[in-house]
């Protein structure tokens, strides 16, 4: 008997005890107030209590042969629906043995070895069981040419000798390769909105004939208009040197896999000038509506422009992949910007509260140049101003000596308590020499004002602080310092900078120039000429870059252990643990730049809790695009190696 027919038997056995305790209990009130009826009472009670066991057992054989005939049908009609089953259906056991299959599964994989699949499933439960995850069996999976959604559960099937339970599962496989070809083919069908820009479209004009215009302007627009017609795309000429572009997006992948082709073919237009030709282009295919893939398109084209121009930028569900960007930054001729940047800056900071400036995580030279600078101007126009700073920096002992001696800065550098206490939303907070929201001193900050100003000149990453007020960034630019420079020269408010922070300032453009060697224009020098006129101690800012003899020991190491690859990269690592590792790096990665042939360096060093890669380039190797995967990829665990792991297994301390 089943355990159900037994649950209904017990049920109906545990009813018929209280019907048979109830009745005794009224026959023997009835004799304790009649003895003449006890002995009718026990002849009654007896035949009743016969009758009730044999119509009880009679009962039960009815009911069990009910239920007997019910199950077997229902098993029946469950091996009916198994073996006819429109699906095809297999069950077979984790160790890959089948035990049976339908007939629909025989007919739908005759032609194919289904074996390796039903294996890859098996070895996926597996897994499964061995973490003790306990889910149903549900996967999307290409067989052939067509697509399945695979559907099953798992259990135990039996014990072997060995003691180690075996598992039996059964699978569905529903063909689902229509409403895949169907929702490709509605994907496919939506637009994707792009921005086309020609980056340097006003400065070739500028410097070029009146004569050769046309005809340039004509070979840039047939040379794009034909782009867009492989794609059976729509370009739009909003602008001069503006284009808005709209197409299927069944012919993204098609210009993905073809890098972006237009930026190379638009260079191969001839310009009699020394300035390559150059376009940006940014496609999103982010938004439910035109409309609003056309802002994201505007935000992306923004983030392609601060990288530099000379790339596309693909925006796929808030993520962002390049593709270019192999183009030295060229340098703006015009300082209309700087311009409407700094009355713009000198407004902002008359209407706040104070003033807060704030660099990167283990600021630089240029950092510290570019906040000297910042706090200047508020002080000039009568400002509470502080510059944050949270952390040291080995690398600027020479130069916190020397500003530890100034009685003026004593209450000016504060650190993160501070700053938090002393912020509003009434604060200007001006951001110098980085954008990106991770790399910040205190990015709490960034949540307590929103007025927010970014001074900055690296390529700009995807990590960008989105909700400034006003942004001056400049990849062109050799230094933070340089740009705020610029700044200063054009504020309606004079600004008389003091000695130190004309030097600080200097200092930041000398470091990130390596002494006005890289990256280096008509604006860097024009910075630096702005700057000695205020009058700078050349002697005392070389000091300030001085390294100690130990670790020019150990840069000059790195720089002996360098590998060559490929003839013009150099590669290294510092094997020493050390918390200023990134610092070294740096500076012997710029090393490696001075031997000849060698056009791109990367040294790899470890601080103790993460591993630091410095990259540095002088050819058409784009440094940051790479070491932008590389950060994709996990965060370094040093336990994650069994080097740095005890005997019992745990992290070495």
Not at 97 to 109: G, L, R, V
Not at 261 to 289: F, W, Y
């Amino acid at each position: 008997m089943s355990n159900n027919n037994k649950r209904i038997v017990e049920k109906l056995e545990s009813k018929t005890k209280i019907y048979l305790v109830i009745i005794a209990v009224l026959l023997i009130v009835l004799c304790i107030y009649e003895e003449a009826l006890i002995l009718p009472s026990v002849i009654t009670y007896a035949l009743l209590l016969g009758y009730t066991l044999w119509i009880n057992s009679k009962r039960i054989g009815e009911l069990s042969k009910h239920i007997h005939d019910l199950t077997i049908n229902v098993d029946t009609a469950a091996k009916n629906t198994l073996i006819n089953s429109p699906f095809p259906l297999v069950i077979l056991e984790t160790d890959g043995n089948i035990i049976w299959k339908s007939s629909n599964f025989n007919k739908e994989f005759e032609d194919l070895d289904i074996n390796n699949y039903l294996d890859e499933i098996s070895r996926e439960v597996k897994i499964s069981i061995e973490n003790q995850e306990n889910e149903p069996i549900d996967k999307q999976m290409k067989i052939g040419e067509k697509t399945y959604h695979i559907i099953g559960e798992y259990i135990k099937s039996k014990t072997n000798k060995k003691q180690k339970t075996e598992y039996m599962m059964t699978l569905y496989f529903l063909d689902i390769t229509k409403s895949i070809d169907l929702e490709t083919t509605y994907n496919n069908s939506k637009s994707c909105i792009g921005i086309l820009m020609i980056d340097n479209y006003e400065e070739i004009m500028q410097r070029i004939s009146a004569e050769e215009k046309p005809g340039l302007t004509a070979a840039i627009e047939k040379t794009i208009y034909e782009w867009a017609a492989t794609t059976g795309g729509i370009m739009v000429k909003t602008e001069r040197d503006t284009f808005v572009y709209m197409f299927e997006q069944k012919f993204l992948d098609e210009i993905e896999n073809t890098k972006f082709n237009i930026l190379d073919t638009i260079k191969e237009i001839k310009v009699d000038i020394d300035m390559p030709l150059t376009v940006s282009i940014a496609i999103s295919v982010d938004g439910d509506t035109n409309y609003e893939k056309y802002k994201s398109a505007v935000e992306a084209v923004d983030v392609v422009l601060g990288r530099g121009g000379d790339q596309a930028v693909v925006r796929k569900n808030g993520k962002y992949i390049f593709y270019g960007g192999r183009t030295q930054e060229v340098e703006k001729r015009t300082k209309v910007k700087a311009r409407t940047i700094a009355n713009a800056l000198e407004k902002l900071m008359k209407d706040s509260k104070n003033v807060m400036v704030m660099g990167h995580m283990n600021p630089d030279m240029d950092c510290v140049g570019a906040s000297l600078g910042i706090y200047r101007l508020a002080k000039s126009l009568d400002k509470e101003v502080y510059i944050v700073n949270n952390s040291s920096n080995a690398n600027l002992e020479s130069f916190t000596e020397t500003i530890e001696k100034e009685e003026e800065y004593k209450d000016v550098i504060i650190d993160k308590n501070q700053a938090l206490s002393k912020i509003s939303p009434e604060t200007l907070l001006v951001i110098v020499d980085t954008h990106k929201i991770s790399y910040v001193e205190i990015p709490e900050l960034l949540n307590e004002t929103e007025k927010i100003v970014v001074i900055d000149h690296h390529r700009r990453s995807t990590d960008f602080i989105e909700n400034s007020i006003l942004t001056f960034h400049e990849v062109y630019a050799s230094s933070a310092s340089e740009l705020v420079t610029e700044v200063l020269q054009y504020t309606e408010t004079p600004v008389t900078l003091e000695k130190l922070e004309t030097e600080s300032l200097y200092a930041g453009i000398m470091m990130d120039t390596k002494n006005f060697t890289f990256k280096t224009g008509v604006r860097t020098f024009e910075a630096a000429a702005y700057l000695r006129k205020f009058g700078v101690d050349i002697i005392k800012v070389k000091k300030w870059f001085q390294s100690s003899l130990e670790n020019y020991k150990v840069i000059a190491e790195i720089v002996k252990n360098a590998e060559i690859i490929n003839e013009t990269i150099g590669i290294s690592i510092n094997e020493t643990e050390d918390k200023n590792a990134s610092l070294i790096c740096a500076k012997a990665a710029d090393e490696l730049l001075t031997i000849s042939d060698i056009t791109a360096s990367f040294v790899i060093g470890n601080t103790g809790d993460k591993i630091c890669i410095s990259g540095r380039s002088i050819g058409d190797i784009n440094v940051q695009v790479i070491l932008e995967k590389l950060r994709r990829r996990r965060t370094y665990n040093p336990c994650r190696s069994t080097a740095r792991r005890n005997d019992n297994g745990r992290c070495k301390e």
